[in-house]
C-alpha cells in the first residue's frame, strides 16, 4: 500500500513541493463536510491501498481545516480551486488537474497506472 501524507503545514506542502523534482505528487483537496468529497476520497483511498510501488507521492489536504494550505496550492500551481480536487504535480508544475465525479479509481489507473502492475 502507497502512504498519504496529510499536508497540514506551509511548512510540509513546500517540502512536497520540491520533492516533486524526484517524484511526482498526486494532491487531493478534501472537503470533510461534501459527500462528493466523501466518494472521491474512498475511491483514491482503494487506488492507494492496491498501489504497492507508486510512481507517484500522495498527498492530502482538508479544504476547511487547512484553507491557507489549499488556497496556496491553487496560488502556486495555478490551478483554480474545486473540492474535491485531484492534481498531479511534477517538477513544481501541475501536469493535470480534475475534480468531482471524475475522480474514480478508474481514472486514477488511466492517468497513474493500473496498481495491480505495480
Known amino acids: 500500500m502507497a502512504e498519504l501524507?496529510?499536508?497540514?503545514s506551509m511548512e510540509q506542502w513546500e517540502?512536497?513541493?520540491?520533492g516533486t523534482s524526484s517524484k511526482p505528487m498526486l494532491v487531493f483537496k478534501h472537503s470533510t463536510s461534501c459527500p462528493i468529497s466523501a466518494g472521491a476520497h474512498d475511491e483514491?483511498?482503494?487506488y492507494i491501498k492496491d498501489a504497492a510501488d507508486s510512481?507517484?507521492?500522495?498527498?492530502?489536504?482538508?479544504?476547511?481545516?487547512?484553507?491557507?494550505?489549499s488556497n496556496e496550492i491553487a496560488e502556486r500551481l495555478g490551478v483554480k480551486h474545486a473540492s474535491p480536487q485531484a492534481i498531479?504535480?511534477?517538477d513544481g508544475q501541475a501536469v493535470w488537474d480534475t475534480s468531482h465525479w471524475h475522480i474514480t479509481y478508474a481514472f486514477l489507473s488511466e492517468k497513474i497506472g493500473n496498481p495491480s502492475q505495480s
Open 5 to 8: 501524507q496529510q499536508l497540514t
Open 15 to 18: 517540502q512536497a513541493l520540491q
Open 44 to 46: 483514491l483511498m482503494n
Open 55 to 69: 510512481p507517484v507521492d500522495y498527498s492530502l489536504v482538508r479544504v476547511i481545516e487547512e484553507r491557507p494550505i
Open 88 to 90: 498531479l504535480v511534477k
